[in-house]
């Protein structure tokens, strides 16, 4: 797999060039009628180009002395193809370059199981590659479950990444603590909220990952401090000031599909994932690595400024 390559003009954005050279080593394939190259450029575009929003993330409950680390998050790969891969490595390059203290996987990894199996070892691979100082965390999303949970946790313990299923893991950093928790997917009926925050304590500081934004609705007795969530691909169409004009399938808010958003006394931050699943489009939407800027979240009615960094986004 080659070297990603940062933009000149914007390092927080990978040019969709750096991902369709490895195409071109691999075959030509045939080009669209001359009318229509226009169009499939910028379709190719908005698949290939890998947005970094820089949120600065309000965490309930965060020591002082951790204020500041940075976190990254990327989610719903979907490795169906050569240029899933291609667009993996290409996030797992950006993500080093930010010399993030965490990596936080949220999720649907394959569509199903054939290409599970196909790219079982380019995904263990692509993911090896990531360099965090303290660690990478994971969980599962519905289509993991549907591809085959088992192999795809194993690759992950593999590539050095510590698979959460409804369970928590307390790390120390700069002398103090805070807890990752991973509750499973709840469209697979796998989420098992008191299960996972079983070992956690009520004055812990958490950083909750789970696939579906909806699984917050089972959370609120649990006092989250942040919780990090996909599965919605951002809603796939954006519209400005709108956001996505697709009916929302979940049942806590249309406007859960994308970014930071205020849920209770916490906020949630749904990743617009890498990927894509049936429908091989994206319209204002491009695929996204989440780069977090930890604070604390002092005033549980606080309300911090939204910015151009993504939709609902708050910039550092």
């Known amino acids: 797999m080659n070297t990603a390559e940062l933009s000149a003009d914007h390092p927080d ?7 369709r050279t490895n195409r071109r080593h691999a075959g030509r394939r045939r080009k669209p009628p001359l009318a229509l190259r226009p169009l499939h450029r910028a379709w190719r575009r908005m698949l290939d180009n890998l947005d970094v929003t820089r949120v600065v993330l309000p965490v309930r409950g965060l020591p002082t ?29 950006l993500i080093n370059h930010h010399r993030p203290e965490f990596v936080f996987l949220t999720g649907d990894y394959f569509s199903g199981p054939s290409m599970m199996r196909r790219y079982l070892p380019a995904f263990q691979s692509a993911l090896s590659a990531l360099r965090p100082v303290i660690g990478t965390f994971a969980i599962a999303g519905n289509h ?65 990952l789970a696939h579906n934004p909806d699984t917050a609705l089972y959370l609120r007795h649990f006092n989250a401090g942040v919780i990090l969530s996909g599965h919605t691909h951002g809603g796939v169409v954006r519209i400005p000031f709108y956001g996505s004009p697709i009916r929302s399938v979940l049942r806590i808010g249309h406007q859960f599909y994308a970014g930071l958003n205020r849920y209770g006394n916490c906020y949630i931050y749904t990743n617009r994932g890498l990927g ?12 996204e690595v989440s780069r977090f800027h930890l604070m604390r979240l002092a005033d549980s009615r606080a309300q911090p400024a939204a910015t151009r960094a993504g939709p609902n986004a708050i910039r550092r």
């Open 276 to 287: 894509t699943f049936w429908v091989r489009i994206r319209i204002n939407c491009r695929p």
């Open 144 to 208: 993991d479950h549907w591809a085959g949970f088992d192999r795809i946790a194993g690759a992950l313990t593999a590539a050095g990444v510590q698979f959460l299923a409804n369970e928590s893991r307390r790390v120390e950093v700069r002398n103090q603590s805070i807890t990752v928790v991973g509750v499973d997917d709840l469209w697979s009926r796998r989420a098992e909220p008191a299960r996972a925050f079983a070992k956690v304590g009520a004055d812990d500081c958490t950083i909750v």
């Open 13 to 19: 954005v990978l040019r969709g060039d750096a991902l």
């Open 65 to 93: 002395r951790l204020e500041g680390l940075v976190a990254c998050q990327i989610s719903d790969f979907h490795v169906d193809r050569d240029e899933d891969v291609e667009r993996l490595g290409a996030a797992v390059a």
